[in-house]
């Protein structure tokens, strides 16, 4: 959460973490007849990113990534450890698992490479379009569910978006 977070800044999180996570359980058990550890897996997952994007998202983890994250090397490494997210996700939620987990790595890859290697003056456009690109190709497959694409876009949110946004107090914007 950062150093220096409010009690009323870590309520914020943990309620949207616990909310998503509370969530998508419901969602999947009325939606499909999963197996109860499939249920615990995707509510950690739904835990884990909707806490983290709204994390990314505050004021006290940007300044911690400002120091943490300065170089591009160190940023795209931040984006690659979410790999097994992506992963994870589209095994639990998709019916023909194998292709969209290769277009999730792709496109995972990609918008972090892209994203990390821009010069700071054109990041929060390149960011927004990594953002873009990779919520559209998470709809794009055929057996993609809505579960599955509304993780896959808080994720990539998370990623291109409020993580990268440390970078504006850079360029005091």
């Known amino acids: 959460m950062g150093p220096g977070a409010s009690?009323?800044?870590?309520?914020?999180?943990?309620?949207w973490a616990?909310?998503?996570s509370i969530g998508s359980a419901v969602w999947l058990a009325l939606t499909d007849d999963p197996e109860p550890w499939k249920v615990l897996?995707?509510?950690?997952?739904a835990f884990d990113i909707a806490g983290g994007a709204v994390a990314c998202s505050m004021e006290p983890l940007q300044r911690a990534h400002l120091r943490r994250y300065a170089s591009s090397l160190s940023r795209l490494a931040f984006s690659l450890l979410h790999l097994?997210?992506?992963l994870l996700i589209l095994w639990l939620l998709s019916a023909d698992a194998w292709p969209t987990m290769?277009?999730?790595?792709?496109?995972l890859v990609a918008g972090s490479v892209v994203s990390s290697m821009a010069s700071t003056s054109v990041c929060r456009g390149v960011q927004t379009a990594a953002f873009?690109?990779?919520?559209?190709?998470?709809?794009?497959?055929?057996?993609?569910?809505?579960l599955q694409g509304i993780l896959l876009m808080a994720l990539f949110y998370k990623l291109f978006v409020a993580f990268p946004s440390f970078q504006a107090a850079?360029?005091?914007t």
């Open 132 to 146: 873009l690109v990779s919520a559209s190709a998470s709809f794009s497959t055929l057996s993609s569910t809505t």
């Open 7 to 15: 009690g009323s800044q870590k309520h914020l999180v943990y309620g």
């Open 41 to 45: 897996a995707v509510s950690l997952i």
């Open 170 to 172: 850079r360029l005091g």
């Open 84 to 86: 097994p997210h992506v």
């Open 18 to 20: 616990i909310a998503a």
């Open 102 to 107: 290769l277009l999730g790595t792709i496109t």
